[in-house]
């Protein structure tokens, strides 16, 4: 039943960087908001990047701001995640994310772990 699918993940250096991507072959992206969340162990799952439907917005969280950046290409259904300067912690399961809202015109759940529907993650691990 999952729609989304994250790669690109794998064991990096600090300072090195990847590129995640989510497929939703198996359903459109168009009209949701997108996001990147991520969770390493122990901890709750916390926001990393998100982009309006409209492709005109992204937003990052503090931690990765300047250094990662969201796109979505919806002719594609794909979701980009690009990641540059990695840092040790940034080690975590980044997990792919769609609201479940269509064509939100409020976008109330842009940032949160509410609403979501979610892939199964990827592993992103960063040594130092």
């Known amino acids: 039943q999952v729609q989304l699918v994250e790669s690109g993940g794998g064991l990096v250096q600090a300072g090195d960087s990847l590129r995640l991507s989510c497929s939703a072959s198996?359903?459109?992206?168009?009209?949701?908001?997108m996001g990147w969340f991520r969770q390493a162990p122990g901890k709750e799952r916390e926001f990393v990047a998100a982009?309006?439907?409209?492709?005109?917005?992204?937003y990052y969280a503090d931690s990765v701001e300047g250094r990662f950046t969201m796109s979505r290409d919806d002719a594609k259904n794909l979701v980009s995640l690009q990641m540059n300067s990695l840092k040790p912690e940034d080690t975590a399961v980044y997990y792919c994310?769609?609201?479940?809202?269509?064509?939100?015109?409020?976008?109330?759940?842009?940032?949160?772990?509410?609403?979501?529907?979610w892939g199964r993650g990827t592993q992103v691990t960063v040594s130092s």
């Open positions: 994310a769609a609201d479940q809202s269509r064509w939100r015109m409020v976008h109330t759940d842009l940032l949160s772990i509410r609403n979501k529907d």
């Open positions: 982009i309006h439907w409209t492709g005109r917005r992204t």
């Open positions: 198996a359903r459109t992206i168009s009209g949701y908001d």
